[in-house]
C-alpha cells in the first residue's frame, strides 16, 4: 500500500507532502544542496510543524513523509512518486525500524533537555543509508523551555541531510523562534464518513458499530478504532455519559467524581502492572543482578534503579490525567448534543446517539445558558488537571458546577 492511505481526508496534505518527497529525490538522486535555492523552490525543507486537532493524523502524515523520503523503489526511475510503501525504505520507516528514521514520543508529561541533547547529537550524524536522517517527534507541545531552547540550535543550523518533523496540537504549542523556522502544515478533523470507511476497510469493524464509534469520536481515528475494539472502552465511556444524569444532588456528585478518578486511576493502574515489572526486570538484568525479585543488587545501581522508578511514577500520573481527560472530553461532548438539541437541531444530528433519551431528557429539563456554563465547567476541569491540581478535587469542583448550572 503507498505511505499515505492510512492519511484519512487529507488530500491537500498529501498533495503537498508528495511534491516535498519528490523534490527530496531528486536532492538525494543529483546530489543537490538541501539548503539551497533550488530546494526550496521545489517545497522541500529541513524542518516542518504538522499541527492539527487530536485525531486529525498529524504523527501519521509525519510517519508517512518519513517513509517517502526514504522510498528506494525502482519505480521512481519511471517516474513514480516516492513512498511506494512495499520497499524496504519505506516499509522499516512505517515500523519504526529503519536506521535512519527516529522517532520521539513520550508517556512522561515532558520532554527534557537530555533527551533532547541527544537527539541534537544523532541529527548532526550522516544517514548510514545515504538519503535522510530523519527526526520525527510525536510529542513536541511537550518539550520543556529548556529543550525547546536547545531544539532551536539544531532547527536554525541543521546538517545537509537531516530533516526535523515536529507534531503539535497548534502552533501555539511551539516556540515563536521554532516555528518561525519549521514549515507549517495544519490537517484537520476527517469526516465522520472517511473514518467510518477506513475502519470498515482497513479494520475489518461491522458497518453499524463503525458510524457509531465515528460519530461519537467525531472524526477522531485513534479513539475510533480504540472504541470499535476495546469493549471495556465502550464500557467506561458509557458511564461517564451517564454523569449528567446523576448529578442531581451533592451526594450524587461526590459519587460521579470518585468513580470517574478511580476509572483513571485503574487505567494507570493496568498500565503499570502491564509494562513496569517487566522494565524493572529488564533493568536488573542490565546492571547485573541475579535472576529474581528479591536478590540484591550490585553496588552503585541505586541511582539508576531510582531513575527508573521515577519515570514509571511520572508514566502512571500521564497516564490518569490523559484518562481523565478523555472523559472530560466525552463529558463536553454531551453537553454539546444538549445544546444542538435545544438550539433546533435534530436528534439524528447528535453525536452520541447511544444515549439520545439522557440527551433529550437534559434538554428539555433545562435552558442553553445552562448547558454553556455546563461545557465552561469541563473545560475548566481540563485546564485545572493540566495545571496539577489535584484530581479529585477539580472533578468534583466540576461535577458541582454541573449541578449548580
Given at each position: 500500500m503507498p505511505v499515505w492511505d492510512d492519511l484519512i481526508g487529507q488530500p491537500r496534505i498529501v498533495a503537498e507532502l508528495t511534491a516535498a518527497a519528490t523534490a527530496a529525490d531528486r536532492i538525494v538522486e543529483e546530489h543537490l544542496d538541501a539548503a539551497g535555492t533550488d530546494a526550496k523552490a521545489s517545497g522541500m525543507t529541513h524542518a516542518w510543524l504538522f499541527t492539527g486537532p487530536?485525531?486529525?493524523?498529524?504523527?501519521?502524515?509525519?510517519?508517512?513523509?518519513?517513509?517517502?523520503?526514504?522510498?528506494?523503489?525502482?519505480?521512481?526511475?519511471?517516474?513514480?512518486?516516492p513512498g511506494c510503501g512495499f520497499c524496504d525504505g519505506c516499509h522499516t520507516a512505517l515500523i519504526g525500524t529503519h536506521a535512519d528514521v527516529e522517532t520521539v514520543r513520550t508517556d512522561l508529561l515532558s520532554i527534557g533537555v537530555k533527551e533532547t541533547r541527544d537527539l541534537v547529537r544523532r541529527s548532526s550524524l550522516s544517514p548510514a543509508g545515504g538519503r535522510w536522517q530523519v527526526i520525527l517527534m510525536e510529542d513536541a507541545d511537550r518539550l520543556t523551555e529548556g529543550a525547546a531552547n536547545v531544539l532551536l540550535k539544531a532547527v536554525e543550523e541543521p546538517a545537509p541531510r537531516t530533516v526535523w518533523l515536529l507534531c503539535a496540537p497548534s502552533v501555539e504549542d511551539a516556540l515563536p523562534t521554532i516555528r518561525s523556522r519549521c514549515r507549517l502544515l495544519t490537517l484537520r478533523t476527517p469526516s465522520v464518513d472517511a473514518v467510518a470507511d477506513v475502519l470498515m476497510r482497513r479494520d475489518g469493524i461491522d458497518p453499524g458499530l463503525a458510524a457509531q464509534v465515528a460519530r461519537a469520536t467525531q472524526g477522531h481515528i485513534g479513539r475510533a478504532l480504540r472504541l470499535a475494539t476495546d469493549e471495556q472502552a465502550r464500557a467506561r465511556r458509557a458511564s461517564v455519559l451517564r454523569v449528567p444524569l446523576r448529578v442531581a444532588d451533592v451526594g450524587g456528585c461526590l459519587r460521579a467524581a470518585q468513580e470517574l478518578v478511580d476509572a483513571a486511576a485503574e487505567d494507570a493502574k493496568a498500565v503499570a502492572e502491564e509494562?513496569?515489572?517487566?522494565?524493572?526486570?529488564?533493568?536488573?538484568?542490565?546492571?547485573?543482578?541475579?535472576?529474581?525479585?528479591?536478590?540484591?543488587?550490585?553496588?552503585g545501581t541505586a541511582g539508576a534503579m531510582k531513575e527508573l522508578a521515577d519515570r514509571q511514577k511520572r508514566r502512571a500520573t500521564r497516564t490518569q490525567r490523559d484518562t481523565l481527560d478523555l472523559a472530560l472530553t466525552?463529558?463536553?461532548?454531551?453537553?454539546?448534543?444538549?445544546?444542538?438539541?435545544?438550539?433546533g437541531g435534530t436528534a439524528d444530528r447528535i453525536a452520541n446517539t447511544e444515549v439520545?433519551?439522557?440527551?433529550?431528557?437534559?434538554?428539555?429539563?433545562?435552558?442553553?445558558?445552562?448547558?454553556?456554563?455546563?461545557?465552561?465547567?469541563?473545560?475548566?476541569?481540563?485546564?485545572?488537571l493540566a495545571a496539577n491540581v489535584a484530581p479529585l478535587l477539580a472533578v468534583e469542583a466540576m461535577t458541582l458546577s454541573l449541578r449548580a448550572a
Open positions: 487530536p485525531g486529525s493524523g498529524r504523527s501519521t502524515a509525519a510517519r508517512a513523509f518519513a517513509a517517502a523520503l526514504q522510498c528506494t523503489s525502482p519505480d521512481k526511475k519511471l517516474g513514480a512518486t509494562v513496569d515489572a517487566k522494565e524493572t526486570e529488564e533493568l536488573r538484568a542490565a546492571l547485573g543482578a541475579a535472576a529474581g525479585a528479591g536478590s540484591r543488587m550490585p553496588r466525552d463529558l463536553a461532548g454531551f453537553y454539546r448534543d444538549v445544546l444542538a438539541i435545544q438550539l439520545r433519551d439522557g440527551i433529550e431528557q437534559v434538554a428539555t429539563s433545562s435552558r442553553p445558558e445552562q448547558s454553556l456554563r455546563r461545557i465552561e465547567a469541563v473545560l475548566a476541569c481540563r485546564e485545572a
